[in-house]
């Protein structure tokens, strides 16, 4: 893409309205744009960072074996008048009425679309273990909506739901569910640790809170030291195999971990120079619910030994949109956004440091071309700017690579790579440049 093509109104300033760093740079870097409070339209750059994170979450849903679907934004409230929680919501919920009187509102979530699509089509056991997903827009009307996507009222949202036989076939599905979320966080480079969470008024002991470690997060966190020297993302599993699954989940379980609220000083079972304490910011949520709207609802299934028994059902939540202004939390400095390269919208930028030097163009639209060719997402800054407000437009945004080229390191046959994260400088020739990228 060319920067002289490309909409990206970046801002030089803090916005005044922008209270935490995720939300000063996302406004800075031209990523989203406020339409109200809590909302926002999502920009070119912002964009493609979000499909990259939907697509992670896609991945790992469908290797665990979910499957997608699309629901409504806009549901019936009868259908919530019949699992007992349209009046129970509160305010968050957005009630509407249609032309003809009927009362609908804007789905906060979604078990009871997913329930009556269940018992809609499922009559038999046979057809279960079943988890079915989809990844769409919500709508909570919160009070005081700040923070930017971290806090709002519209965000995208990734909802699984199982649908089990018995109590053992729903902890498996969770224990699925469990080691995805280990798996997805890894690939976007975060790391994120399970905490056990409060079930509430349901009971049981089956919920875990993903927690995000960014030193700017919400609430602390404590944690065994082991937790850092995990390889999640390349960790292999075959989730056919429960005794794989369950060994992964009790593994990672056995090691400690809680938040500020759950840990009390002195009684972690983890040496004290293992025990470390972070800041955190919650990205998911893993829930297991049993009979909870299968009951009300009639989401029944006909049993091996006769008769029909309600399903019993969980609940995995990811906050797609909540997790790009998770990523910058954990990763960014004073000059801007540092994102993981799997989640970057560019991979390569390409600064042109004089653009009336003929040599620097034709080494630049070499790069760009090759590089592109490749199937390299690459950034090329052919504007007629300053280059040090090119340097710094890259750092902003976050490209991970950045080639800066120009008339001086020409004229030694070399062109400048620097690594955004570290930001280490290293010279080259434009042809290993390509070699290192493009092959």
Sequence with gaps: MRLSAYFLPTLRENPK??????????????????????????????????????????????????QEVLM????????????????????????????????????????????????????????????????????????????????G????MKDNYSFDTTYEGAVDSYNKMFVAYLKTYARMGLSAIPMKADTGP????????????????????????????????????????????????????????????????????????NLKERRGIEVGQIFYFGTKYSEPLGATVSAPEGGDVPVHMGSYGVGVSRLVGAI????????????????????????????????????????????????IETLIDDRDERPGAKMANLDLIGVPWQILVGPRGLKSGVVEVKNRKSGDVEEMTPEAVLNRFAS
């Design 17 to 66: 309205e922008a209270q935490i760093v995720s939300h000063r740079l996302m406004l800075r870097a031209g990523m989203i744009q406020q339409s109200s409070a809590g909302i926002y339209s999502w920009l070119p750059l912002g964009h493609k960072v979000l499909r990259k994170i939907e697509q992670i979450v896609r991945e790992e849903q469908d290797a665990a074996g979910a």
């Design 72 to 151: 409504p934004t806009i549901q019936s409230a009868d259908l919530w008048r019949e699992s007992g929680r349209y009046d129970d919501y509160g305010k968050e919920m957005l009630r509407i009425e249609d032309r003809h009187g009927r009362d609908m509102l804007y789905g906060p979530t979604n078990e009871e679309l997913i329930t009556d699509i269940f018992r809609t089509h499922v009559r038999s056991y046979k057809a279960l273990p079943l988890m079915l997903y989809h990844i769409q827009w919500k709508f909570r009307d919160e009070v005081r909506p700040r923070f930017g996507v971290m806090r």
């Design 153 to 156: 009222r519209e965000f995208l």
């Design 202 to 273: 349901i009971g049981g002991d089956l919920s875990h809170e993903f927690i995000v470690l960014a030193d700017t997060g919400e609430s602390g966190v404590f944690y065994d030291q082991a937790w850092e020297n995990q390889d999640f993302a390349n960790m292999n599993v075959n989730y056919a195999d429960m005794d794989e699954v369950n060994g992964i989940v009790e593994r990672y379980t056995s090691l400690y971990a809680a938040t500020d609220e759950k840990h009390v000083p002195g009684e972690a079972p983890v040496p004290e120079e």
């Design 328 to 375: 910058i939390e954990a990763s960014h400095d004073d000059k801007g956004i540092i994102w993981p390269e799997q989640v970057a919208p560019f991979t390569v930028g390409i600064a042109n440091l004089k653009t009336d030097d003929a040599g620097c163009t034709e080494v630049c639209e070499d790069l760009y071309a090759k590089l592109s060719a490749a199937g």
